[in-house]
């Protein structure tokens, strides 16, 4: 008998559609011989640090230990968590078969916390059962059947366990006597607000003050950009002056601040001939767009549609888990294994039932291309944020869903298409010593960018030139 413990109910229900379910119990799936049962997340929380003061602190009128500057630092010499109150009930039916299996299942999802919150429940209930681990990016049919066919020991993924726990205990010492003894502090000024410390929340607000700060102060300074027409047999182009080192007027930046040298540059090279001292035309590329990280595509998402981090994510969660149309979500990479290039032809196919407002552009895509982005070198835990090989309805999705989706699906098509090409032109021209220069570029192969009907490209950091 084996239990799979997913961690969460969406991701129970995709593993037991394949298992074969039978029966939906409270709290568990039976398939056949097999069970499939659930967290809610973590099912465990850290201990409060009033559980490692000494029991003779004095309380205050509501029973809790008073906070003290002799107590700190609070470092636990054996950490305890404790199950929550709202978990109980399912820790419980996941206790009684853990009793009865003869091998258990590890399905949380495939990060450090999803293998911590079920490697932790199995820690606590003192299990010495085999453990084995299911590993899958994507909740379609074709994903979920191939993760099952591939379980693996749960000892070859612990250590993404104690990572999330490492991180866990960090965050604890940090935010619990760091808030603290900033409160406490500060109470010595007469101050009875309580100040939070936290080892991602400080930094960031500093980040955020110290760019605010940056905008009060900002002081305006005019300079003047020269810029000269150019005439020649077959029309005429713009290209701008390029300041010396030993310039003067310029300020710190290169910049030309003085108003007096501007008028007398203007002065002397008005209506003077120039002469072209460098011509440089050179053929190049522009490589595929990586797959989108949940960074990347918040990125895209906030400056396209003004999307919120918190929106991005909730609406990447439900593609993931609810229309099982994309990869998991909270991946830190934009790169894809290179097996993961074989199920193309698969994706594409699916992409053609799911949105066929695309057509077009799906047929166009030749799944024999490999782009950079598939490079085993590069990816983490998790790949790229793709589509699946679910056959979905686009027409079913939410606006704001369809177009998170449609960034993943054009960003997917793209790595089929061939590189973008063209040629980059470089002109310095002198003009009575003084130097001019322009630049330009003519495509040459449009490749990719077809993908991208409106003319806009993917997030720049995520494309590379040669």
């Not at 911590?116 to 909740?139: F, H, Q, S």
Request: hydrophobic share 35%; charged share 30%.
């Amino acid at each position: 008998m084996r239990v799979f413990i997913a961690e969460k109910p969406s991701v129970a229900k995709a593993i037991a559609e394949i298992l074969g379910a039978t029966n939906k119990k409270d709290g568990y799936i039976e398939c056949g011989s097999d069970y499939v049962t659930w967290c809610f997340g973590h099912m465990y929380e850290q201990a409060e640090p009033d559980v490692y003061t000494p029991d003779n602190v004095p309380r205050n009128e509501s029973g809790k230990k008073i906070w003290r500057e002799d107590d700190l630092p609070i470092i636990p010499e054996k950490w305890i968590i404790n199950p929550r109150e709202d978990a109980e009930k399912q820790l419980k039916t996941i206790r009684h078969l853990v009793e009865r299996a003869d091998t258990i299942v590890n399905a949380g999802d495939p990060d450090r916390e999803g293998q911590l919150l079920v490697d932790e429940i199995l820690d606590d209930m003192g299990c010495t059962k085999p453990v084995l681990r299911y590993w899958c990016n994507a909740n379609d049919t074709v994903s979920v059947t191939r993760a099952l066919k591939g379980l693996e020991s749960n000892d070859k993924y612990v250590n993404f366990g104690r990572a999330a726990l490492a991180r866990g205990r960090a965050d604890w010492l940090v935010g619990m006597n760091l808030s603290r003894g900033f409160t406490l502090s500060a109470a010595r000024g007469g101050s009875r607000v309580l100040l939070t410390v936290g080892r991602v929340q400080t930094p960031t607000l500093a980040l955020v003050v110290a760019r605010d700060l940056e905008i009060e102060n900002f002081k305006p300074i005019p300079y003047h950009n020269i810029k000269a027409v150019f005439k020649h047999d077959k029309g005429a182009f713009v290209a701008g002056w390029q300041a010396r080192e030993d310039q003067p007027g310029l300020d710190s930046e290169g910049r030309l601040i003085d108003t007096k040298e501007a008028d007398k540059l203007v002065a002397a090279l008005t209506g003077k001939t120039g002469k072209v001292v460098e011509y440089k035309q050179e053929p190049k590329k522009k490589y595929h767009p990586k797959a989108y990280s949940l960074g990347g595509i918040t990125s895209v998402a906030s400056s396209k549609f003004g999307y919120s981090g918190e929106q991005v994510l909730a609406i990447c969660q439900s593609l993931y888990e609810t229309h099982k149309l994309t990869s998991y979500p909270r991946s830190d990479s934009s790169y894809l294994p290179e097996s993961q290039h074989a199920d193309a032809p698969q994706i594409l196919d699916s992409l053609r039932a799911t949105y066929p407002g695309i057509t077009a552009l799906i047929d166009k895509a030749d799944p024999k291309v490999k782009s950079k982005t598939f490079d085993d070198s590069k990816v983490t835990a998790h790949h790229g944020i793709i589509p699946t090989m679910h056959k979905g309805n686009v027409e079913r999705l939410t606006p704001e869903e369809r177009n998170i989706y449609d960034l993943i699906v054009r960003t997917y098509l793209a790595q089929f298409y061939p590189v973008h090409e063209y040629k980059a032109t470089t002109i310095i021209i002198d003009v009575n010593g003084e130097t001019f220069g322009a630049g330009g570029r003519v495509t040459t192969k449009n490749g990719w960018k077809d993908v991208y009907s409106d003319g806009e490209d993917e997030d720049e950091e995520n494309e590379s030139e040669q």
